[in-house]
């Protein structure tokens, strides 16, 4: 034992890795180091490689996907944008026609006449419910941005509140306000016979 430990000592002040033999088996002292770099190594590799990848999924300004992952998702799983072609508008346009033409009264608003979301579709309402006219077809161009911009170029008039009555555009909520202060509005509620059943004179 002596021996052994005279041995070891003087290999560690030589610089040596001492060698122990033990049941038949040779243990070097730098076989466990050289393993322990190697683990270390190891480690340190992962944890650099973990850490670049973090830096990049945080850090990175291009988040754009894979071109070959967008050309293999699914169309129901892609975002939806209208775009609309060249046959939406004359399909819109065909629409309104039949809207305007089908029904004596037509008011294109903002909102539905039980709930106006614009001061101007409130008020053309309103005048409506003064005259007490009640059969008027009411279109929401809220709901629909192909008729919101389709009604524009229908009439050539850039606002809406839009009303029509039988078949012919009047004006917007100004015009239409302006007719009810000087009375022609009455006048040509009465001359296109819609007193009848839909407005009571109280004169």
Known sequence: MKRLSR???RQSAIGCSPIVNCNGVTFSSNVTSTHSSIMNTKRNDRFLSH???LTKRCFSSDNSKDPQEEEDSHDDFKPK?????SGD???VQQQIEEWVKENKIVL???GVPQQPQCGF????VQLMRFYKIKDFKAINVLANPAIREGIKKYSDWPTIPQLYIDGEFVGGCDIVQDMHKDGSFKELLIE????KGTIQDDE
């Open 7 to 9: 041995s070891l000592l």
């Open 51 to 53: 850490k670049n990848y």
């Open 81 to 85: 944008t209208h775009t609309p072609e």
């Open 89 to 91: 508008e004359d399909f």
């Open 108 to 110: 294109f608003m903002k």
């Open 121 to 124: 579709s409130n008020f053309v």
């Open 192 to 195: 296109k016979e819609l007193w």
